[in-house]
């Protein structure tokens, strides 16, 4: 079957996203969607005109919106946009500057309106028929808000173009994903943790039922948790770099009173990359400046205050997450924070990070044995732990979930490419 078959699959991810097509007989392949890159990072800049600011902003995508960010052109970065779906922000309109604005809706529309023109440029035809990967729960505990979120990555795949939409399960999507490989049937434990949820599915996979359209039968249970790599990045920069500005520090002793600590709205809102921007407007600049007498520490004052009138909240949100990867890589992370003053710099090791992050770690564990007691079955059934997603780089987050199923093998797929593949496989049986 050729590329040309009209249909494509997309793993929109919270951090990365990718796109499948058919390829040969029964394959897929990745679409380059970046030189030398099968994956994107789900960003985009809106850049702003600097000599002309009221014309229509130019829309960068990927790489190049970091890039353009980091190079300190006039503008806004949007990235998690998938975190917002089921949110009461996703029909509200953003602040670009220049006076300009645009729902955030609609950056997810822009956004898969992207992926399919990359997608039909690869494919030489029109593509009318997707398959979304989707988490299996875009909000936890809460099935109406859940509805409304895969209605509205609905509605944004058809305001990009889409006719004909199908919706798999990310991790069921990985478990196609490993099926290519394995030679006899067994129970697959999926852990597909990214940038926005921690999700697990436990499937039964073999040769013999490859290719199949339909597998319900073969998903025994699907669970998750709205907790994964954002909110890693989020706990590490509150934890190791926001008490370089203020985070938990108490203001000065007065005369009978115990010093209070500083508000903390500011720190919680500077480290969740969708409300960033809320802290730059004008009022909130004038009440963190009245606030200087409840800092015990003036530097740390004049630090926050940096941050916040030179828009530096993306940079140090940015620095967090470069830091958490370096230390699962390195065990150790240097932080340069000159951009705020010079020569402020800071250390971050791996006993931090697991510090920052074990409640979360504690959540999404919990999540795979719930995963398990939903199918109904023993620990000592499930024959593999399939790890995907990009926060699967995490070595203490696997050793955690791992020691829960002591007797399976672990298997590592592709972190940020394995749900596409799966998608693409999946799409195939369904459009194919």
Not at 223 to 236: I, N, Q, S
Not at 316 to 326: F, G
Not at 397 to 403: D, F, P, T, Y
Request: hydrophobic content about 45%.
């Amino acid at each position: 079957m050729s590329s040309a078959t009209g249909f494509a699959a997309i793993d929109f991810g919270t951090s990365n996203s990718g796109i499948a097509l058919p390829a040969g007989a029964d394959g897929v392949r990745l679409v380059e969607l970046e030189p030398g890159h099968p994956t994107m990072p789900t960003a985009v800049f809106y850049q702003l005109d600097e000599r002309t600011p009221q014309a229509e902003p130019l829309r960068l995508y990927g790489r190049a919106a970091l890039a353009a960010y980091v190079e300190g052109h006039d503008g806004r970065l949007m990235r998690s946009m998938k975190s917002l779906l089921g949110s009461s922000l996703l029909e509200q309109a953003t602040d670009l500057g220049g006076g300009h604005s645009v729902r955030y809706l609609d950056v997810v529309v822009g956004y898969l309106r992207h992926l399919k023109r990359a997608a039909e440029a690869a494919a030489g035809a029109p593509l009318p028929h997707v398959v979304l990967g989707r988490p299996v729960f875009f909000v936890d505990d809460d099935p109406v808000r859940d509805a409304a979120a895969a209605a509205a990555l609905e509605a944004a795949a058809r305001a990009a173009g889409f006719a004909d939409i199908s919706f798999q399960y990310e991790p069921i999507a990985a478990a196609l994903d490993h099926e290519r490989h394995v030679t006899a049937e067994e129970l697959v434990l999926v852990a597909d943790i990214g940038g926005g949820t921690s999700d697990f599915s436990i499937v039964r996979v073999g040769p013999e039922r490859r290719g199949r359209a339909d597998r319900r039968d073969d998903i025994l249970a699907n669970h998750g948790v709205h907790v994964a790599g954002t909110d890693f990045d989020r706990r590490v920069e509150l934890e190791a770099l926001m008490p370089l500005f203020g985070y938990r520090s108490l203001g000065p002793s007065e005369a009978g009173r115990a010093p209070r600590e500083v508000p903390s709205r500011i720190y919680f809102d500077l480290a969740t990359w969708h409300l960033i921007n809320t802290v730059y407007n004008a009022g909130r600049v004038a009440e963190l400046r009245r606030l200087k007498s409840w800092y015990g520490d003036p530097v740390h004052h004049r630090r926050l205050l940096a941050v916040v009138e030179h828009h530096l909240g993306h940079a140090l949100a940015s620095d967090a997450e470069h830091a958490k990867i370096e230390v699962a890589v390195n065990g150790r992370a240097e932080v340069d924070l000159g951009l705020v003053e010079f020569g402020l710099q800071t250390a971050v090791d791996a006993a931090q990070v697991a510090a920052a992050i074990e409640d979360d770690l504690e959540r999404i564990v919990e999540g795979s044995r719930e995963t398990l007691r939903r199918a109904g079955v023993a620990a000592e059934a499930v024959g593999t732990l399939y790890f995907t997603g990009g926060s699967t780089g995490l070595d203490a987050l696997v050793e955690r979930i791992a020691a829960a199923f002591p007797a399976a093998r672990r298997v590592r797929g592709d972190r940020f490419a394995s749900v596409a593949q799966g998608l693409g496989l999946h799409a195939r049986a369904v459009f194919g």
